[in-house]
């Protein structure tokens, strides 16, 4: 029954400000074991990313941790990524640290300035800097290319690293298996000379995409697959889309990230679990470079928690990506996708975010939230932030016949029910109104306490009114409602409670409401894991993620800038459309309902 829903009450206390208190979690007792333990006193820091001779002739490093959030980019930010920047940044900012946003720029093919921007704006916007006391900590990892091909030499030098000619189908049938142990490439016993000229030609152009590789030279029967002299350096035609076409010559993910973390000194290196079985393979890494004399103890260490998967929700870009191409939505900011630009759009906040990167915790446990804790975060910080107003989605006309016709007033309606220092406005009110086609029925179902023929029903912050009957078209559709007011019923004048209704329903003047385009969202699929049953996810698209209509509004909205966010109360929280809002002609969009309907569906 429609009776105000002003608070979603199932909700934690609304006023909690959501980065109040910090719930621990695995990765934080490491980091205070290490603070504790002194581990990082002594380091020093170049001012910027370098090389330990470098760093050494710099100053006392006055962060007390350095952690990272390194994106590739190749597509926009999306709700897994939020919990890593919440994590990575809020490490740095509890423990007196900076966190380094490192664009993994070291594929040449999929990444591009558009992304690289929207990825800068959704850190931003959640509320995080890198640029922080002085640093400014933004970084390519491209700008470490010339570093990492000197490292490649000097592992060449040492014996520890070779140059392989094998296709890679050769290299995986080599590689062995989980239960077999790898056998040696014929390539792996080139000189250090051969290796080291032929390396050269690869980067000089010399040789075709894919006709030799650099690997490092470890063990081809580690029970760790991965320490199967890893690959390298590949060699890849591609224009960059910063070094432009200077390289041929790529290195591979495995064997470049842990040489960004070193270089910018970075303590805690927080990836997410798939990234485990290459833990060895950074440590192998890291120790070999440093003792050729590059970096200083103590090396980055690798730690994995389990990435976030929410219900109802895909996140892998690959499928993000799919879904903007082949136009399934509107882009990558449409409210439906999961990205931070589109649940921007959407009207989420960052601080809703936050608080979820905070529900959602930090394990290795891997797991499932569901979709409604979002929702949820959202609802709490959008109740407490939001000025309520109100909107009639479906409107029928309700004629109040026995008030005075030109006759106008205004009713006072509070700006937010649990905060009345936010004082009230008035609205106008009239004889003619509009209220939702839902809150009248002709012949009421058992249990209906709205408007019908007899029936009283306050008009929220107005009248109580007495229903007389209706008007319909020739194919019985409600056209008018019919109604009488009480003159002496009027909310906050005396008297007015001695009136006893079990309904109580918005409206708007008919006069002064204003129509606007409403869109009102709902989750982009259907099933809460999609592609489970189909075999593809595409099959669980949700149809109705979104329903564009033209509402009636207050005419106090009319001037809402983009961004403003409201409750319209009863029918959810909403956003004006910060891509579509015209000056005067706002276009509204339902981040989040009152409740949550789903739970009661499934
Ligand atoms: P995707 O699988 O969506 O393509 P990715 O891991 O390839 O994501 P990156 O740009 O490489 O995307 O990720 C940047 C950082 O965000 C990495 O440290 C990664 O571990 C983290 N991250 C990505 N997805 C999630 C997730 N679902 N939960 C937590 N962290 C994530
Ligand atoms: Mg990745």
Redesign the pocket.
Known sequence: MPNGNDSPSKNAPANTPPDSAHVTNFIRNIVEADLAANKFATRKWAGQPGLASQHAAGVPDNAKIRTR????P??YL?I??A??ICLNFGLAADYGGRCHLRF?DTNPEKEEQEYVDSILDSVHWLGFDYQKDGENNLYFASDYFDWMYQFAETLIEKGEAYVDSLSADEIREYRGTLTEPGRDSPHRSRTIAENLALFREMRDGKHADGSHVLRAKIDMASPNINLRDPVLYRIKRGHHHRTGDKWCLYPMYTYAHPLEDALEQITHS???LEFEDQRPFYDWLLEHVRDAGYFADPLPKQYEFS???LTYVV????YLNQLVTEKHVDGWDDPRMPTLAGARRRGYTPEGFRLFAERAGVSKAAGWIDYSVLEDCMREHLNDITPRRVAVLDPVKLVITNYPVGQSEEAFAPNHPQKPELGKRAVPFSGELWIEREDFQENPVKGFFRLFPGNKVRLRYGFVIQCTGCEKDADGNVTKVLAEYFPDSKSGTPGSDTYKVKGNIHWLCAKGAFAAEVRLYDRLFKAAYPGRESGNYLDDLNPDARKVITAYLEPSLKDAKPEDRFQFERHGYFVADRVDSKPGVPVFNRAVTLKDSWGAKS
Do not use: A, Q
């Not at 959030?69 to 590739?72: G, K, L, S, T």
């Not at 996140?315 to 690959?318: D, E, L, Q, T, W």
């Open positions: 959030f390194p994106p590739e190749n597509g999306h897994g990524h919990k890593s993994d927080i990836c997410t990435r976030l998967n996140m892998s870009k690959r």
